[in-house]
């Protein structure tokens, strides 16, 4: 095992365009790190450049203890789990998760006791003797899963995995994956653009965005306290709701004399006429419904003639709301109604979104 550090880590590819810009990451031993971000944020290069298969531009990637920029692949101790699983078709799972043992010239007897170990404890000692395209997807990725546990690696690097499962085995694997590693206790860096499987899986989250580190922390502290308005639309399902305010609004009501967007997630409404003392309220008309078994979204907005910001205290500027509501009971659609938030619930950021202010 071993810790994984990256200092001021940094890709440009030809013609200029810079892909990584100047990542700073520690990872320590054992841990389980996970890499969230939209597509083309640059999570994936950064794996690369850890495993190995992309060239450094700039700063040092170091793996427990010794800096690897100019260390090759196989050398780095590091096993790799990739989307698409990269099995040999034509072999047996037995023989897949051995190659890259028998490729180092392990003896076979040492090569027999750790596939059967990673097979039992993927539970694949059934399925050993059958070839790839006898497996179901699930299986399959864990086949891939254990051909990268033989090797008894460093560190685990996992490139999106479970995209390619449907929504009821990706739960399933994500589950697996996240006991396995507490098991193994083996340092871990996985990529993923969904952010709910980041969140259940990660010991440290890492939220990038264009290239940049956009907040690193503990998954939870990260969603009750984003850093900026890019994470806190990014993480969360639904987003949390955010809204341009006036600088003599935002004195009045959260003690800032500067101009800033306010956000609100949409569990932290309530529907009710009253406006909290502190807090703030909206008048919706409901635009649309989603019910989703124990909670319902109800997806609001301001009417036309009120697009501006309001000069009533606790009146906050239009825009699409939601708000999350338990149950199955809805307004109907069309409904006038009017939603509130208590003062502890809101979060302030910069004008630019780029800062969180503290009220």
Known sequence: MANVTLRNVRKTYPGGFEA????????????????????????????????????VTGGEIDIGGRVVNQVEPADRDIAMVFQNYALYPHMSVF??????????????????????????????TPMLERKPRQLSGGQRQRVAMGRAIVRQPKVFLFDEPLSNLDAKLRIAMRVEIRKLQRRLNTTSIYVTHDQLEAMTLADVLVVMNG??????????????????????SFIGAPPMNLMPTRADEIKSQLGSTEAGILGIRPEDFVITDQTPAGGIALPLTVEAIERVGAETFVYGARD????????????????????????????????????????????????????????
Do not use: W
């Open 20 to 55: 990584i810009k100047g990542v700073n990451v520690d990872v320590a031993d054992g841990q389980f790190c996970v890499l969230v971000g939209p597509s083309g944020c640059g999570k994936s290069t950064l794996l690369r450049m850890v495993a190995g298969l992309e060239t």
């Open 95 to 124: 023989n897949n998760m051995a190659y890259g043992l028998r490729n180092r010239g392990m003896k076979e007897a040492e090569v027999k006791t750790r596939v059967d170990e990673a097979a039992r404890v993927l539970e694949l």
């Open 211 to 232: 290239g940049e580190v956009e907040q690193i922390g503990n998954p939870l502290a990260i969603y009750e306290k984003p850093a900026t308005t890019f994470v806190a």
């Open 304 to 359: 036309q003639d009120e697009q501006r910001v309001a000069a009533t205290p606790g009146e906050l500027p239009p825009g699409e709301v939601i708000v999350r509501i338990p149950g199955s009971e809805a307004p109907p659609i069309g409904a006038r109604i009017r939603v509130a938030a208590l003062r502890q619930k809101l979060h302030l950021f910069s004008g630019d979104g780029r800062t969180r202010l503290e009220a």
